[in-house]
């Protein structure tokens, strides 16, 4: 198999890049590792930025998000038994965010992509690429049960943090920068409907909590939990009491409760890899570089890394400059460590330290009252949630 762009990972990233790469004429193929039912069942984000939704309707894929999709006009923060609405809108001069959920959005590029797009394969598990610093790379990868090559003039590796194309960057080239958090969060499906019209942060007593949505009638909700926490350990009601507890205020507000569908903790931590191209080789996405969700970032930077790489492809194709291309690394990292000081600022601001440092809870209530009570403040929070714009 021949192609021009070598995409690995059928996730947001990958799917994303095939459908822009595919409207300018260039040719690709996505392998994806995994069945079509499991990327499109695989519960994670919910929020996108504005620059993501119009991003999605610039290439024809939002047409349900459209019509399914929730524009919030803003996020509410909870602590010390009060209620703080941050109005983006007013605070940024217009912009929302919408809540749709990485799972719909995947079926929808799957959709374009198989109706009338470039190949995607899944099933399709990379093992090796080969030669990145050659014109010619090569991806090595099975595919029903037997081994077959691609060759490529570029290789983007979409396939997430627990791929396998950040690890082909020579040793002597990486540099990796990480933190890890000592927490993580239990994160819920509930069918019943959202007890807010917002999104709520909230440093409660026992730690951080967040209500989202999925729909009017489904609630995501995630609650601060230890590192090691086995969600068979919590069962319903202990999740309930607990977030009810978090989400306390003095005012009259109840939290509804529903039955669960759905379980899983995830761990916390950021990571950077710089540079993200090596040779013919790119990396996008949590490929290249992860959040923790308190930001709602991880996604919204899948798609501005490709985004920036598909400008690129397609100046290549039109010019034969690669002049975009060869800027990559440079274009997208200014907004990735952006992101990741925005995740990691909000995430030591909610949270609750495991050895619960008296000096540090005090310096999290004064960041929240700043926020709360200066506009400038406010407005820093909007701007880094709402989206900074893209470096194009
Ligand atoms: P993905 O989605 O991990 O997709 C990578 C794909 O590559 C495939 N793959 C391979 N395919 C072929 N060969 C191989 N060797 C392969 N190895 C892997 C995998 O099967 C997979 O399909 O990465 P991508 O496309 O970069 O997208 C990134 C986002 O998924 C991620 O950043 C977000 O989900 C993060 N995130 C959030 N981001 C937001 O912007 N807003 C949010 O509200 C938000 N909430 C969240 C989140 C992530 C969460 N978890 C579970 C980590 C909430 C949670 C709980
Ligand atoms: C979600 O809806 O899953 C979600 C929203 C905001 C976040 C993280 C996750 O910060």
Partial sequence: MRTTVGIIGGGPAGLLLARLLHQAGIACVVLESRTRAYVEQRQRAGMLEQGTVDALRACGAAERLEIEGLVHHGIELRFDRERHHLDFPVLTGGRTVTIYAQTELVKDLVALQLADGPPLLFEAQALAIERPESESPRVRFVHEGQEQTLTCDYVVGCDGFHGIARGTFPAEVSRTFEHDYPYSWLGI???????????????????????????????????QVPSDTDPGDWPDDRIWDELSARFAIDADWTLERGPITSKAVTTMRSYVHEPMRHGQLFLAGDAAHIVPPTGAKGLNLAVSDVRVLARGFVQLHLTGSTQLLDRYGELCLGRVWQATRFSYDMTRMLHQQPDGDAFEDRLQLTRLRRITSSRPAAAELAANYTGLPLAL
């Fill in 189 to 223: 499906l509930a069918d019943v409907a959202p007890s807010c019209e917002e999104l709520i942060y909230a440093r409660g007593d026992g730690g951080f909590a967040l209500h989202s949505m999925r729909s009017p009638s489904v609630s995501r909700l995630y609650l």
